[in-house]
């Protein structure tokens, strides 16, 4: 009975190890691209005045642009029979998020494309290539406006991003099961940029970028995450023409009305949590309750909405950067065969 | 007579016709790439007091990352072989500069590429994905800093930009023979952002990041424009261990000591300029003067120096913005030619 047992366990272990080992065999053939490119989705002139670098530099009146947000993508040569799907990071990030890891191996970016899916990265208004809204900082130094107008700047600490981002339950401890690449965390540490999304007008324009992007790819998936995790159903009570799907990753889930859970309700929709929500101080174990109240209400409107949490897949010890976790390409897997089953039912994109 | 003018008028321009249509050609072929990726060279910790966002929230203590540079990079299958591109972006703008052109064509970087050079696209330290040092901002919005502490924030407006990127010798005013397709100036516009250079150490971070990442790659040639025009130059100035060449875009060139000139000397160096240079109110007559100097400076050093002004190469009415004038991909090619013969002579990178 107990060699039983244990050949149980060996084969299980094979097993996974095979689709690991299928999955980075994949990603070292070469990467095949029908087309990639960047671009620019709104955008607004301002009249600025503004400062000349150096002392004595004369102020230059005239028009600067705000509110553009930067978009990068990538199409494989099947991915125009697909449906594409567009990624938005979250707090004190950019849309390295979904690049290579923090150590090194693939991050979603590639992977999805790598599945036949066109991906679009953008990064929100006022972080990164998108640019941000500099005036009342100039204002302030000019002596224009008190220094109590200047933005609440959000630089997120690597002590506060390891319990957040769920490391551990104290800073440079991890858990045992921990899956993100701890080893690797000073290069997480990195990616992390001064947050200015308190600058930006209501609506948040990245919400208005999305759900014109997704019209204007004539169908998207929107997948957001942590801040930007609610950002996919904000853009469709913005405007939800283009959106085919929503995949929100780890975030709290807002109250809404009945008339914005209809809206919502038409459209197929994810939710995913990782692990140890409850194991370290801070909002995850409320925001996973505002986020099953989100899904039961979906639900009672006739929505085709899931809640995945990992853990009740047996999938153990991830983080709040899932994408970034030891194990991201079998959550990609996951996320993957849910576009196809629920987005393009009878199209599996994966075969191509 | 007259009519032999005009056969070989209507010859030269079918032949110059077909090479652009080459070149069209070639880059609605897919791409093929050995791999793709992201990550940062250097930074450094610094210990701040992070505001929360809203009203109230407390301060905390902790350490954030400054001073790293986000490289983001594509290899060809071929690409290993021949000795890699750095390309660095200039003043109020982000490595979007060398991608996607605003009127929707291909850029240098995925050219490069498809040329077989492996291409390393960095954001500036203190720009885009690369982050900035946001304490002074937040210490003054805390009373703790006076409001003259504040950095000096470069918003190049788009009247600015129209003159200094010699687009015409008028705001919205274009030269007869203007290469900037200045019908999509608008896509430049939301590619400008705010420049935060000044809140830079010294020497400036790109410099080291610049340095050590040719040497990470066991040789890379190094591009900078504009702002970062001599960046090339400066990096090799801090290390010049890794550098293979130098290729410095339009910029001022500044005066070296003997000392400095020897080293840069020995390595292999491309200036290049573009058109009406003393046709715009501004620097740039000016500019080419003391490049033009530092040339004869480096010759006389025994170096491998060559000044590329475009006119007088025949090529006439580009921009300061050349990697996204009409005829970038021309440019490309020179460029492309120069860094075969003088880094790897007897080794053609475009015949793979």
Redo the contacts between chains.
Sequence with gaps: MRLFAALFVTAAIAGSISAEEKRHDEAQK???????????VG?E?KT?N?????PG?PV??????IN?M?V?YQIP?TGPRHVPVVMVHGCCL???TW??TPD?R??WN?YFVRKNRSVYLA?QVSR?????D??K??A??A?TLP??E???????????AWTIFRFGPSFNQPFPDEQFPVDAV??L???????L??TLPTPNPTWKGMAALAVQLKGAVLMGHSESGFFPEQAALVDPGGIKANISVEMPCPALTSAQISTLAKIPTLIIFGDHLTDVPGVWGSAFDTCQKFVEQMKAAGSDVEMMHLPKLGIKGNSHMLMQDRNNLQIADLILAWIDKHVEPGKNAQSK
């Design positions: 070469p990467l095949v691209l029908a087309s990639q490119g960047s671009f620019f955008g002139s600025i503004s400062p000349g670098r150096g530099a230059v009146p005239g028009e600067v642009t553009q930067y990068q040569p950019s849309s390295k690049e290579t090194g693939m991050g590639e990064d990164a290539r998108s640019g941000f500099a005036s900082i100039t302030v130094k002596g220094a109590s200047l933005p609440n700047i959000l630089s997120a600490t690597h002590q506060t000073d290069e540490y990195k990616q992390m940029i001064p947050d999304n308190s």
